[in-house]
């Protein structure tokens, strides 16, 4: 079967290169042909010897996952569904604004948390995206974004980047998928591939404490932490991880990550869920929380989704929450909800995903039993 060069990083190209009998260097063409130019014909890579090229033509491919949707909000956020095989699809949403553009990028077909205000966990979770997957993603996005841009004549160099930022907060947690995420990061780092700056990559994660520990050795990029409660009887209750990894923990765990880290905080992700965590009383909380690691916080809206049985809270209950935190000597953001007309919002990305785990079985049975009971009161 032939490789895919999209699952090599820097490292593996090398490896690849003695097992097709070439010299290191040509290893660094190609990422250079494949991920700065979007090159995914041989015939096309006019600097590699022509023998080498038959004997790629032969043995290998460039293939990013194909694009099944497109959707454009009315705010230019751009969302694509991608064919991830046998019906399985995982979304990527583009988020264009004056000075950045900003890619979000899925690491899992689904979710196996079951974080319980997430549209992704609600689809369960079907396996691990593979880096040439994930990077695809990118790949894919800086060609289509390209070509679009030049199509009204915006840009003229088609080589030129238009993906300034990427966030791993689409479908999955990419500290589950270890491996192939800290592959697919190199790439977006290397200076062959797509040389983005580790302030410009953000990896955000539920908290998983030692994938945390090993992420700050193997390659520490930005991070955020999906935080969303003040005190583990909450965040046991909504993010269910939390029991394996309680607060302290966490905390913990954050602040070893910032002796590497490129960035000298952490944000904390922390959703609006009315009457769950929004009470001045949670934001209060909160202020002992930063005062023991450097952080910021980005309130996020609670983005609906159908049977999610929570609400967002109030814009008043939002800036009273932003207030107290502000009060107290903290950045905090509100997190501007983009694209939810065409539900790429935060949370509203489900893909599809088929062969979903057992804990799809037991939702759809207990919404099956609300049906019923409507039914029956109608
Ligand atoms: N699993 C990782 C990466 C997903 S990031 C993590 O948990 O951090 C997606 C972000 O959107 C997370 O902060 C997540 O908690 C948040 N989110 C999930 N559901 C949401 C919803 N319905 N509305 C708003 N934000 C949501």
């Known amino acids: 079967m032939a490789v895919n060069l999209l699952d090599y990083d820097a490292a593996g190209m090398l490896a690849l290169m003695a097992e097709f009998g070439e010299k290191p260097f040509r290893g660094k063409q190609l990422l250079k042909w494949v991920h700065q130019h979007g090159e995914s014909d041989f015939a096309a890579m006019t600097d590699i010897a022509k023998t080498f090229r038959e004997k790629l033509h032969a043995g290998a491919c460039v293939k990013a996952p194909a694009m099944l949707a497109e959707q454009v909000a009315s705010d230019g956020t751009h969302k694509w569904l991608l064919d991830v095989g046998v019906g399985n699809g995982v979304e990527t949403v583009f988020i264009p604004e004056d000075d950045r553009g900003t890619l979000c990028i899925s690491s899992q077909v689904g979710c196996a948390l079951e974080c319980t205000f997430c549209s ?28 679009e841009t030049a199509r009204i004549g915006e840009v003229t160099n088609a080589d030129s980047r238009i993906v300034s930022n990427v966030v791993l907060m689409g479908m999955g947690e990419p500290l589950a998928n270890y491996d192939n995420v800290v592959r697919a990061l190199r790439l977006m ?26 992420l700050r050795d193997d390659c520490p990029v930005a991070l955020a932490v999906s935080l969303h409660a003040s005190n583990d009887r909450i965040r046991d209750e909504i993010v269910p991880i939390n029991r394996k990894y ?133």
């Open 120 to 147: 992704t966990a609600r689809q369960g979770f079907n396996r691990n995206l593979s880096t040439g997957e994930i990077i695809g993603q990118l790949w894919w996005a800086n060609r289509r974004l390209s070509n």
């Open 189 to 214: 780092l290397d200076d062959n591939a797509y040389g983005l700056s580790r302030r410009r990559v953000t990896l955000s994660t539920s908290g998983l404490v030692p994938a945390m520990d090993r």
């Open 246 to 378: 309680p607060i302290k923990e966490l905390l913990a765990a954050c602040n070893r990550y910032l002796d590497k880290a490129p960035r000298d905080f952490v944000t904390f992700e922390y959703i609006m869920l009315e009457g769950v965590n929004d009470q001045p009383e949670h934001a209060r909380e909160l202020l002992d929380i930063a005062r023991q690691v450097s952080c910021k916080f980005n309130l996020i809206p609670f983005n609906p989704f159908p049977n999610s049985g929570y609400n967002r809270s109030s814009r008043d209950a939002i800036l009273r929450f932003r207030d107290v935190l502000a009060d107290g000597g903290n950045v905090v953001t509100v997190r501007k909800t983009r694209g939810d007309d065409i539900d790429a919002a935060c949370g509203q990305l489900a893909g599809q995903v088929k062969d979903k785990t057992r804990r799809v079985a037991r939702l759809s049975e207990s919404q099956q039993v609300v049906f019923h009971k409507r039914g029956h009161e109608s």
